[in-house]
């Protein structure tokens, strides 16, 4: 199933980034031999999450920088994002209201509906640890 893979990138919190750790995550996981399935769920999720990051987290400052770590073995492959920005309150979650049309506040869903595992871990000298995992078929 393709050897181990793992590899680190850091990003400016730009939004027109985005596209670099696409490349960059995609290409990696071609050459580990995963499913294009998995691949295009890690990367939507993986755009949700910079996304909330760099709007959210950083209020699109790009003098701040997106930590990523991308580990690929057999099984699975893993995609850990760090930031420094203003941590995310889950507790302050509205709820979706898919009945009503609303544009935003999907991202925390499709990062849930989208991968096999996810964890958001406020740091305690600021920022958020998110890991997105899917296993490979």
Not at 85 to 100: K, W
Request: charged share 30%; hydrophobic share 35%; proline share 4%.
């Amino acid at each position: 199933m393709g050897d181990r893979v793992s590899d680190k990138l850091t990003l400016p919190a730009q939004l027109e980034r985005i596209d670099d750790a696409r490349r960059w995550s995609s290409s990696w996981a071609r050459e580990a031999a995963v499913d294009e399935d998995t691949i295009q769920d890690l990367e939507l999720a993986m755009t949700e999450a910079l996304s909330n990051t760099i709007r959210h987290g950083y209020g699109e400052d790009p003098a701040q920088s997106i930590e990523l770590w991308l580990d690929i073995d057999g099984h699975r492959i893993a995609l850990t994002i760090l930031d420094r920005g203003q941590p995310y309150d889950a507790s302050q979650r509205p709820p979706i209201d898919f009945d009503a049309g609303q544009e935003g506040g999907y991202g925390l869903y499709l990062m849930e509906q989208l991968t096999d595992e996810l964890s958001r871990t406020p740091r305690e000298d600021g920022g958020t640890l998110v890991t997105l995992v899917k296993y490979r078929k």
